[in-house]
C-alpha cells in the first residue's frame, strides 16, 4: 500500500462510516493466487524492509493527532516516510529505490551450528538490499522489486508489478539455508550421493572396532545440510465482467544431506550387529500450481481453486557399505557376510485439489457458506527389489543339529520377488462445510457449521514373493537373521521353519472420516462488554484404528472487554471431553501373516499384540482444558503494555500411555512510540510444558519374568506375566522455555541508531521412575545404580546483542555501520562423549552434536545509495 | 488602528483577485514554490489544534476592514470571496494563522494577516462564525455533485464530501465512536459558498498551492481524483447548499 493511500484510507472508512449511503462494491483484493512466500527476509534483516523503514514525521494520518492503535489497543508502526521522484518531467510515473552494498566480516567462532542454522553467513561483499519501485498515480500501476544477497545460498529477490484493482503479477527467486550440522565427520567416501561407500582402509563386513575409530578419527569435517531454492510466477486479473482469475505456479528445490541411519541390526546387549550413523542425499523438487476463478456477484460470491503439488525425489534411495562383523548369537561360523545395505527415500508424489466455495448474504444481516473439494495423493514408483545382497543371509545351525535358516539372496535381490512392480498407492480426500451466520442485531448473533471430511487410503499391498511363495519381506538388509536365528522376516506356510512367523504382510491404511458440527453465539453488552459461546461435537471414525468411533465435546466461552478504564481485556476458556466406542488394543490381526491360510500358532501362542491397558494418546479419553487471559493497556499515546497468560492441561484415562501434559506461559511486552524518531519495545516470554508417561516393559528374560516365550506371552493385561507390575516404569517430562528482547531505535537527524538485544534458553529434564529393576533394559547392578531418577538436564542458551549506525552524507548517500555478538551454550546427554571419539564397539556416529559453546562477531559496512 | 491600517488593502486586494483569479493562480504556484524551496515553512499540524474561543465583541471592533470583501455581515460582496458568517471559528482562526506562518499563500491576504496578534484572529473567528449563516438554497442531491457529495465516487476512489462536512454542508455530525477522532472542529462548513470560490479552492488543493497544513494535505488526496467536470459539479452543488 502506498503513502497516499495510506494517508487516504483513514478518510475514506471515515467518510464512508458517517456516510448513510452504501458505497458501492470494490474489486476484491483477495490473494489466491498467492504461492510464493508471504516473508522475504534473510539474516541481515528478517523483516524484509528495515533499511526504507525512515518513519515519517506525519504519522499514519493526515487527519489522527498521534498514531493509530489496532482494535485492540496496540499502535501500529510508523509508516515509512518515501520520497518518490517523478521519472520525467510531467510523467505520472515516479519512482523512490535504495541501494545497500557492502562488506561483512566475521570473526569468532564462525562455524557454530547455531550461528549458521538458517543462514549462510559468509566474510565477503553482501548485497545488504536493493529496492526500487515505480507507481504511477494517475493510472494506479506499479512496479516493485527488492531483493538481498549474503551469499550464492542465501539471497532472495522479488519482482510486483501490477496496477490497482485490475491485475498484479509476482516473480521471486529464494535461496535458503538450512543447516544441520557444522561438526560431522562421515567415514564414508560418496557423502551427498546414492551410494555411500567404505574407505581403502576399511573392509566393508570386516572391519574391526580399532580400524573403524581410526577411519573416523582421519575423517575430514563436513557441513550437513541443505539450500531451499525456491521460484515462483503468479498473475492475477480480471477477465470478463468481474470474474477474477489467477495462475501461480512456484518451484522448490531442496539439495544437500542429512544425517541417517542405517542399521545391520542391534549391537546392544552383546548382540554383534553393527549401527551405522550415515548420511542420505537430499535432492527434492517440488512444484505447486494453484488456479483459481472468483465472482462476486450481487448475491452470490464464487470461488473455484484447483492446487497441484508434484513432489519429485531425484535420489529415491540410499545404498552404504557398513564395515562390521555381524557375528549369529549361536557363535556358529557365520555363512551370511552381510555388509550392505539399502534404504528405498521418499517416493515422487502427485497431488491435486479441487474445490469450490459459494456464499451468499441472507436475511437479519447473515451469510451462507458452502465448500466442497475433493482431492487425491497418488504415488507409483517402480519398487525396489527388498535386499541388495548376493549369497545368503541366515544361519546355518545343521553343525549343531539345528535346522538352516539360511536364504539365498537370488530369491529376494530382484524385483521379481515383489508382488507388484508399481507401489499404486492413492489417498482421496472430500471436503463439504457448510456455515450459516447472522447478526439479526448490532448486539446479538449466531452462526451453526457442519463440516464433513474424509480421508479414504486406497492402497492396498501384499508383501509376497511369487518366486519362493513367501510373505513378508527381509529384515534389516537381512542382518537380522543372520545374527538371531529365524528372524529373517518371512512367512511361509509350508516351511515348519517359517509358519509360525508372524510377520506384516501388509501396509495399514489408515483414514478416517470426521463430521464436526458447531453452534455458538455471541452478545454485546452495552458499549464495552462482549461474550460469546461455541459448542462444537467432533464426531472422528478412524479406519483400521483402536478405536471405530472418537468423539469429543467442546465448548468455548470467550470475553471481551473494555470496561476497564484504557484496557482491552481478551479471555476465553475451554473445555472438551473426548471419549469413544470399544476398545480394541490390537486392530492388526489382518495385517500380520498369522492371518494367512497356513499360519501355525507358536506351541507357546502368539505374544501379545501389545498391553491391553494401553491406550494410545490420539484415541484415548481424555479431558481438556484451556484458559488464555490477554490483556492489553494503552497509556498515552505513546506507549502499550501488553501482557498474556495461558495454561492447558490435558489429562487421559488410562493406565498405560501418556497420562497427563500441562503447559503454562506468560508473556509480558511494552512498547513505545514517543515520536517517529524514536521507538523502543521490550518483550519477555516464559513457558513450562510437562508431560507425564506410564509403560511397562516386556518380561523378555529370566531376571525380569520370562514371560516371552512361554504360555503366558499370550497374556496381554498389565500384571500378567508378559506385562508384570514389576516391569512398570514412568517418564516425567519437563521443559522451560524463555525469551527475553529488547530494541531501541533514535533518530538524531543525520545520524540513525539501533540497538537490539535477544536472549533464548530452554532447559529440558527427562526424569522416570521404574517400579523394579526389572523395568530396566540393561538389569544388571551397575547399570541399576547408575539409573539414577533421570537423565542429566538438557540446556541451550544464546544472547544476540546488534548495534547498528547510519550516517547520512548527503540527502542521497550515506553509509550503515553494524555489528552483531552472538553467544550460545549447549549441553545435550545425547551427544555427550561424542567429542571424544565417535566409535563406540559396532557403533560409529557422524556427528559430534553443536559446540558447547561459541561466541562470534559480526562487523558490516554497507554504502547505502537511495535512487 | 494603527495596527488595523493594512486591512484597507484588503477591499482592493480582493476586488482585484477577483478580476485576475485565474491569472493569479497560475503565477502564485511557482512563486510560492520557489518562496518555500528558500525558506522552508513547517506545515500546519492541525491533527491536535483545539477548539478556538475569542471575543465576538472585540471582534467586532477588528473586523470592519474584512467587511470590504467579505461583507458588513460576513456574506461575501462577490462570488470570489468566502462567506465567513456562521463559519466554524476554528477553521476561520487557523486560515488566518497559515496566511500569516506562510502555509497559506494570497496576494492580499497575506499582507492582511501578516501584523494580527493571535489574540486578533481568535476574536475575528469568533465574531464571524457568531454571524447567522447564508440561507439554504434547494440543492439537487440527484445531480453528479449531490452524488458526488453524498456518496462519492468509489471507482474513481473519491470519497463522500459530507463525510467531514455535514449532510447539507453544516459542518461534521460524526457519530459516537471510541475510535480515535479527527479535530472536527477544523473543518470548514461549506453550505452557501459560492461556486466560483469552491472551484478555486478546489483548483488550489488540485494545483497544490494549499497544502501547507495537515487538512490541505487530505484536501490534496482528494481532489487529486477530481476531474474539472466533477470540481464544477461539486462546486454547483455547494453553492445550492
Excluded at chain 1, 495399514?508 to 464436526?516: I, K, N
Aim: charged share 20%.
Amino acid at each position: 500500500m502506498s503513502k497516499r493511500q495510506l494517508q487516504l484510507l483513514p478518510l475514506m472508512l471515515l467518510s464512508l462510516a458517517l456516510s448513510s449511503m452504501a458505497a458501492a462494491q470494490v474489486a476484491d483484493g483477495s490473494d489466491t493466487m498467492r504461492v510464493g512466500d508471504m516473508q522475504y527476509g534473510n539474516a541481515l534483516d528478517p523483516r524484509g524492509w528495515t533499511p526504507v523503514m525512515a518513519p515519517g514525521q506525519e504519522g499514519f494520518s493526515w487527519l489522527h493527532a498521534g498514531m493509530l492503535r489496532t482494535p485492540t489497543g496496540a499502535l501500529y508502526p510508523y509508516p515509512r516516510d518515501a520520497s518518490e521522484t517523478p521519472l520525467s518531467a510531467g510523467s505520472d510515473w515516479t519512482y523512490w529505490g535504495l541501494l545497500q552494498l557492502g562488506y561483512i566480516h566475521l570473526n569468532g567462532d564462525k562455524n557454530a551450528e547455531f550461528f549458521r542454522q538458517y543462514s549462510d553467513w559468509k566474510s565477503g561483499f553482501a548485497l545488504g538490499y536493493f529496492t526500487l519501485n515505480f507507481d504511477n498515480r494517475r493510472t494506479g500501476q506499479y512496479v516493485e522489486f527488492r531483493g538481498s544477497r549474503i551469499s550464492d545460498n542465501d539471497q532472495y529477490y522479488r519482482l510486483r508489478a501490477g496496477k490497482y484493482g485490475s491485475y498484479k503479477l509476482e516473480a521471486f527467486y529464494r535461496d535458503m539455508p538450512h543447516t544441520v550440522s557444522t561438526n560431522a565427520y562421515p567415514i564414508w567416501n560418496g557423502i551427498g550421493s546414492t551410494n555411500l561407500t567404505l574407505p581403502a582402509s576399511l573392509t566393508p563386513g570386516g572391519s574391526t572396532p580399532a580400524q573403524i575409530a581410526a577411519a573416523s578419527a582421519a575423517a575430514p569435517r563436513r557441513n550437513i545440510g541443505l539450500t531451499r531454492t525456491r521460484t515462483g510466477l503468479s498473475l492475477e486479473g480480471e477477465l470478463y465482467r468481474g470474474w477474477v482469475g489467477s495462475a501461480a505456479i512456484s518451484n522448490e528445490e531442496r539439495k544437500g544431506t542429512r544425517l541417517w541411519g542405517g542399521p545391520m541390526f542391534f549391537a546392544f546387549g552383546g548382540l554383534a550387529g553393527g549401527v551405522n550413523e550415515t548420511v542420505r542425499p537430499i535432492d527434492f523438487s517440488t512444484t505447486d500450481i494453484n488456479l483459481s476463478l472468483r465472482k462476486v456477484g450481487k448475491v452470490w460470491r464464487f470461488v473455484g481453486t484447483y492446487n497441484g503439488s508434484f513432489f519429485r525425489n531425484h535420489k529415491d534411495h540410499l545404498d552404504y557399505q557398513s564395515p562390521f562383523q555381524l557375528q549369529n548369537v549361536l557363535g556358529l561360523p557365520q555363512v551370511a557376510n552381510i555388509y550392505q545395505g539399502e534404504y528405498s527415500l521418499e517416493p515422487n508424489n502427485d497431488y491435486h485439489n479441487l474445490r469450490l466455495d459459494l456464499s451468499r448474504e441472507l436475511k437479519w444481516n447473515g451469510q451462507f457458506n458452502v465448500a466442497a473439494a475433493w482431492g487425491t495423493m497418488r504415488q507409483n514408483d517402480a519398487l525396489r527389489p527388498p535386499v541388495t545382497c548376493s549369497g545368503v543371509i541366515g544361519i546355518d545351525m545343521t553343525p549343531i543339529g539345528g535346522p538352516n535358516y539360511t536364504v539365498p539372496c537370488g530369491n529376494w535381490n530382484t524385483t521379481a520377488a515383489l508382488s507388484q512392480k508399481n507401489a499404486n498407492a492413492r489417498i482421496d480426500t472430500g471436503l463439504f462445510d457448510a456455515r450459516v451466520n447472522f447478526h439479526p442485531s448490532t448486539n446479538f448473533g449466531w452462526h451453526a457449521g457442519l463440516r464433513w471430511y474424509k480421508e479414504d487410503n486406497k492402497t492396498r499391498y501384499l508383501a509376497y514373493n511369487p518366486l519362493t511363495g513367501q510373505y513378508g519381506y527381509i529384515s534389516e538388509n537381512g542382518s537380522q537373521g543372520s545374527i538371531v536365528p529365524g528372524e529373517t522376516g518371512i512367512f511361509d506356510p509350508r516351511n515348519p521353519l517359517y509358519w509360525s512367523s508372524n510377520v506384516t504382510v501388509r501396509n495399514v491404511p489408515y483414514g478416517y472420516t470426521d463430521t464436526l458440527f458447531e453452534l455458538g453465539s455471541d452478545w454485546q453488552f452495552g458499549r464495552h462488554d462482549s461474550l460469546g459461546v461455541t459448542y462444537t461435537f467432533d464426531y472422528n471414525e478412524p479406519k483400521y484404528r483402536e478405536r471405530k468411533r472418537v468423539d469429543e465435546h467442546r465448548i468455548k466461552i470467550a470475553w471481551v472487554s473494555r470496561s476497564l478504564g484504557d484496557a482491552t481485556i481478551r479471555a476465553s476458556y475451554e473445555y472438551a471431553q473426548r471419549r469413544g466406542g470399544h476398545y480394541n488394543y490390537d486392530p492388526y490381526t489382518q495385517f500380520f501373516s498369522e492371518s494367512l491360510p497356513g499360519f501355525v500358532d507358536p506351541a507357546t501362542g502368539l505374544p501379545a499384540h501389545t498391553v491391553a491397558d494401553m491406550r494410545k494418546y490420539d484415541l484415548s479419553d481424555r479431558n481438556e482444558s484451556k484458559a488464555r487471559v490477554i490483556v492489553t493497556y494503552p497509556f498515552g499515546d505513546a506507549t502499550t503494555v501488553s501482557a498474556t497468560f495461558y495454561g492447558n492441561r490435558d489429562n487421559y484415562s488410562t493406565l498405560i500411555g501418556r497420562q497427563n501434559t500441562q503447559s503454562t506461559g506468560s508473556t509480558l511486552q511494552w512498547d513505545w512510540q514517543p515520536s517517529p524518531r524514536t521507538t523502543a519495545s521490550a518483550y519477555l516470554g516464559i513457558e513450562t510444558s510437562r508431560m507425564g508417561i506410564a509403560n511397562v516393559g516386556d518380561s523378555d528374560a529370566a531376571d525380569n519374568g520370562a514371560g516371552l516365550g512361554t504360555p503366558g506371552q499370550t497374556n496381554p493385561n498389565l500384571g500378567g506375566p508378559l506385562y508384570p507390575y514389576a516391569n512398570q516404569w514412568w517418564e516425567f517430562d519437563r521443559e522451560r522455555n524463555t525469551n527475553a528482547g529488547f530494541t531501541l531505535t533514535h533518530d538524531f537527524g543525520r545520524v540513525r541508531t539501533d540497538l537490539s538485544y535477544n536472549y533464548s534458553g530452554s532447559l529440558g529434564h527427562v526424569g522416570y521412575n521404574y517400579a523394579t529393576i526389572g523395568a530396566l533394559a540393561y538389569r544388571g547392578p551397575g547399570a541399576a545404580a547408575a539409573a539414577g531418577d533421570g537423565f542429566p538436564d538438557n540446556k541451550y542458551r544464546s544472547n544476540t546483542l546488534d548495534l547498528g549506525i547510519n550516517f547520512d552524507f548527503t540527502r542521497r548517500f550515506g553509509m550503515r555501520l553494524f555489528g552483531r555478538h552472538e553467544t550460545g551454550s549447549f549441553t545435550d546427554w545425547h551427544y555427550l562423549g561424542l567429542d571424544q571419539t565417535l566409535s563406540y564397539g559396532s557403533r560409529i556416529y557422524t556427528d559430534k552434536g553443536p559446540q558447547r559453546s561459541y561466541s562470534v562477531t559480526l562487523l558490516g559496512a554497507m554504502f547505502n545509495v537511495k535512487l | 488602528m494603527t495596527r488595523f491600517r493594512p486591512f484597507a488593502l484588503l477591499i482592493t486586494g480582493g476586488l482585484l483577485a477577483g478580476f485576475v483569479m485565474v491569472d493569479v493562480r497560475a503565477q502564485d504556484a511557482p512563486a510560492s514554490a520557489a518562496t518555500a524551496a528558500a525558506h522552508p515553512v513547517p506545515m500546519l499540524d492541525l491533527r491536535k489544534q483545539a477548539p478556538v474561543q475569542g471575543n465576538p465583541q472585540a471582534g467586532a471592533d477588528k473586523a470592519a476592514v474584512c467587511g470590504a470583501c467579505h461583507g458588513p455581515q460576513g456574506i461575501a460582496i462577490a462570488p470570489n470571496f468566502p462567506n465567513l458568517a456562521g463559519q466554524s471559528p476554528t477553521y476561520l482562526y487557523v486560515q488566518l494563522k497559515a496566511f500569516k506562518e506562510g502555509q497559506r499563500s494570497d496576494p492580499v491576504m497575506t499582507g492582511q494577516a501578516a501584523p494580527l496578534s493571535d489574540e486578533d484572529m481568535r476574536d475575528l473567528a469568533a465574531y464571524y462564525a457568531s454571524l447567522p449563516a447564508k440561507p439554504a438554497g434547494k440543492a439537487d442531491a440527484s445531480s453528479r455533485g449531490g452524488q458526488l457529495y453524498l456518496s462519492g465516487d468509489p471507482v474513481k476512489g473519491i470519497p463522500p464530501c459530507q463525510g467531514c462536512h455535514g449532510p447539507v454542508g453544516q459542518g461534521p455530525q460524526p457519530r459516537w465512536s471510541s475510535a480515535p477522532q479527527p479535530a472536527w472542529h477544523t473543518f470548514p462548513r461549506l453550505e452557501g459558498q459560492s461556486s466560483i470560490y469552491v472551484g478555486k479552492v478546489l483548483g488550489d488543493y488540485k494545483s497544490g498551492t494549499r497544502g501547507g497544513s495537515t487538512n490541505g494535505k487530505v484536501m490534496q488526496g482528494v481532489v487529486e481524483s477530481l476531474d474539472d467536470t466533477d470540481i464544477q459539479a461539486l462546486s454547483t452543488y455547494i453553492n445550492t447548499l
